[in-house]
């Protein structure tokens, strides 16, 4: 049965010589895997530059249950990219960005809320005139609302340690070596609460933006399941600094 559904592309893997299994976020299904043949042919039906990471699609696909891979009859980018692809930075970010995602939320059941979320920021991202260098460190403290492990509340004046385990702010040491000083839980809650169109005014140099984006790594290492390492954001530190 054919239903119409929009996608995030995750992770492309290659099937055959003109073939790939792409895994998307879609709307309707969740996390599903799609074989498409002949990706990698000159007039191919669904191309390859389609299939991008974070790349946004309208798409019509065919859903049996309790199957592994499905098929995809229609799929194309909606919105059209008009930056992404071209910048550098916003390239290196959103590479950064699927490799985050794709750990998280690989296990991900239907979310619609979650889907909106990731759909409308990364929109925005793209149609964004002015680059911010703290966009990724934004968007990832947001997604956390969304994973169910967002920080709790700000700091009030005696608790002058951030339990990164427990997501909260404490007045007392931490038995475990996973906290940070206040100052930098401030900083997560800052990012966790701005919205976008205002991130450029959160001031950091980058000598700090690394820091603070090593504490919501080690953040989601605690509190995601087999998240593992990530690679991609040593070649991010390198672009923006």
């Known amino acids: 049965m054919l ?12 099937y055959s010589e003109s073939s790939v299994v792409v895994q998307m976020f879609t ?3 969740g996390i599903q895997s799609y074989l498409i043949n ?22 019509v696909v065919y859903y049996k249950q309790n199957t592994q891979i499905q098929r995809i009859a229609e799929a194309r980018a909606v919105p059209i990219f008009k930056s992404i692809p071209y910048e550098v930075i916003k390239n290196t970010i959103i590479q950064f960005l699927n490799e985050v995602l794709y750990k998280s939320i690989r296990q991900q059941h239907v979310d619609e809320q979650l889907f909106e979320y990731l759909y409308n920021a990364i929109s925005w991202f793209d149609e964004a005139d002015e680059l911010s260098v ?26 002058k340690y951030f ?12 038995v475990h070596p996973y906290f940070t000083a206040d100052v930098d839980g401030n900083s997560l809650m800052q990012l966790l609460n701005t919205p976008f169109e205002k991130i450029n005014e959160i001031k950091f140099s980058n000598t ?3 820091v603070v984006l090593d504490k919501i790594l080690i953040y989601y ?12 954001h ?5 672009v923006l600094s």
Not at 144 to 159: C, E, H, I, N, S
Not at 164 to 174: A, C, K, M, N, R
Not at 221 to 232: D, E, N, R, V
């Open 38 to 59: 002949g990706v990698k042919k000159p007039k191919a039906k669904i191309p390859m530059n389609v299939l991008q990471p974070l790349h946004l699609l309208d798409m």
């Open 3 to 14: 239903h119409k559904t929009r996608g995030i592309v995750l992770r492309v893997t290659t």
């Open 134 to 159: 703290n966009f990724h460190l934004s968007f990832l403290m947001k997604l956390t609302r969304f994973l169910g492990f967002a920080p709790q509340a700000q700091a009030r004046v005696d608790q």
């Open 221 to 232: 290492q605690l509190h995601t399941a087999s998240f593992g390492q990530i690679k991609s």
């Open 163 to 174: 339990d990164l385990q427990e997501g909260s702010f404490t007045p007392v040491v931490p």
């Open 234 to 238: 040593q070649i991010l530190e390198e």
């Open 27 to 29: 709307e309707k299904f």
């Open 208 to 210: 700090y933006r690394r």
